[in-house]
């Protein structure tokens, strides 16, 4: 008897949990349709082209990254959802990017912070919210996105982008998300490319995903961090190569590069064991770009730069600088 009193509670915390959060993802979503769209005098429109997204212009371009936004989506985060959807909505509209670059974690389905398993909740919401701004935006996926215990996994999440379904019907897409060409790891690998009026691509931005645990770390509580995987980077190089190709032929130069994925490569953390082991100053002069959030990081023997697995000299791939976030 004690058993079935005890499995009815539960059943009724449960469904009276789903009824108040599905109640609340709807004044959420209220809230964000009187978001504002940004005014620009004239809006970059991308443009498919052999499978990349294509920019023209020979004005500079502006790339705005955001990271870890961490949308909850249930009845303990409704609060501070909205001051992060607030804060978000002023920064993009303050400085009118070309594109945003969102690196990770989007959505933040721990229910004991959140109040919900459902990971799909903060993905419309924050896609609403880009829609209703008006701008353009590629994201990645983090390792909170698609929690093992999140009710949709990262193919799920990954399509959801993909194919604008946070999106009102016929309304204007501006999600550049890409699941990314078989058999390469991971739900989200592809490329978006600024090119001038002259066809030569003049900056190119790879978006990566570096997945979420590995080691049997399921839940994350021992921090065992995927990466970025050898596939991934042989994709990357050619990348690289296709796109120095295309300028070559045009007689321009190898095109800059900037790549943006979620949890940092492994270099960053043995720059930074070098770095502290030398009194926190840099341990070897070289010419090397760290990521931009490392600002100043250390040079160490294990170069920062992205694709360096051994240093610089044998393994950086052509033109590679790093845009890495933290978790």
Excluded at 151 to 165: A, H, L, M, P, S
Excluded at 192 to 218: I, P
Excluded at 228 to 256: F, S
Aim: glycine share 8%; hydrophobic share 40%.
């Amino acid at each position: 008897m004690v058993f079935w009193i005890l499995l009815g509670v539960v059943a009724a915390v449960v469904l009276l949990t789903v009824l108040v959060n599905g109640i609340l993802a709807l004044l959420q979503l209220r809230y964000v349709a009187g978001i504002a769209p940004v005014q620009y005098k004239n809006q970059l429109q991308p443009q498919p082209l052999d499978g990349r997204w294509v920019f023209t212009t020979d004005r500079d371009f502006r790339v705005m990254q955001l990271t870890d936004v961490h949308i909850g989506g249930g009845w303990m985060s409704f609060f501070k959802d909205r001051r992060a959807i607030d804060c978000v909505v002023r920064m993009v509209t303050a400085e009118q990017p070309d594109l945003v670059a969102v690196t990770g974690d989007i959505a933040y389905p721990v229910p004991f912070q959140s109040g919900t398993f459902n990971n799909k909740t903060a993905a419309r919401l924050f896609g609403r919210v880009m829609q209703n701004l008006g701008v353009y935006w590629a994201p990645v996926l983090g390792n909170h996105d698609t929690e093992s215990y999140a009710v949709y996994n990262r193919r799920y999440i990954g399509k959801y982008y993909q194919e604008q379904k946070f999106a009102k019907a016929g309304s204007k897409s501006y999600c550049l998300f890409r699941s990314g060409p078989e058999g390469v790891d991971g739900v989200g690998n592809y490329t978006v490319a600024v090119e001038n009026r002259r066809g030569a691509v003049t900056q190119a931005l790879f978006f990566t995903d570096t997945g979420s645990y590995v080691d049997g770390d399921y839940l994350g509580f021992m921090w065992k961090y995927d990466g970025m995987h050898k596939n991934q980077m042989d994709w990357y190089r050619g990348e690289v190569e296709a796109l120095t190709a295309h300028n070559r032929a045009l007689g321009a130069p190898m095109p800059k590069s900037l790549m943006f994925f979620h949890i940092p490569i492994a270099q960053y953390k043995t720059a930074w064991e070098a770095y502290k082991e030398n009194g926190y100053k840099d341990t070897v002069k070289c010419r090397c770009t760290t990521a931009a959030s490392a600002k100043r990081a250390a040079c160490s023997p294990v170069c920062t730069r992205i694709m360096c697995l051994t240093p610089c000299s044998r393994w950086a791939a052509p033109g590679a600088h790093s845009a890495a976030t933290t978790i």
